[in-house]
């Protein structure tokens, strides 16, 4: 199993920007971490995902150009930075961790982020 600890939310201007940092711990071995998102009344939807070996990485539509995500082998983070927030942009912010791809078998407890318009 893997731990994941989420970092760096709080509450911004629309226009403004935050980095989300992920630390990861236990079982490191992982192929590919994502970022999630649940705003309130809504389902859980996918942000961005990086694999970890090769650092390709997929976005959100909703979030191209806008949202970076990387990683830090080394350190095993991964981090989300995140320009240009909209208030729709508002929710609690998960990352999660999986061995096979496409498939997310750890997750983090998640981070609020706040965009006021």
């Known amino acids: 199993q893997v731990q994941l600890v989420e970092s760096g939310g709080g509450l911004v201007q629309a226009g403004g920007s935050l980095r989300l940092s992920c630390a990861a711990s236990g079982r490191t071995f992982k192929r590919h971490m994502g970022w999630f998102r649940q705003a309130p009344g809504k389902e859980r939807e996918f942000v961005a995902n990086?694999?970890?070996?090769?650092?390709?990485?997929k976005y959100a539509d909703s979030v191209k150009g806008r949202f970076t995500i990387s990683r830090d082998s080394a350190k095993n983070m991964m981090y989300l930075q995140m320009n240009s927030l909209k208030p729709e942009d508002t929710a609690v912010y998960y990352c999660a961790a999986g061995v096979n791809l496409g498939k997310y078998d750890d997750w983090g407890q998640g981070t609020q982020v706040t965009v006021s318009s």
């Open positions: 990086i694999r970890w070996g090769d650092g390709s990485t």
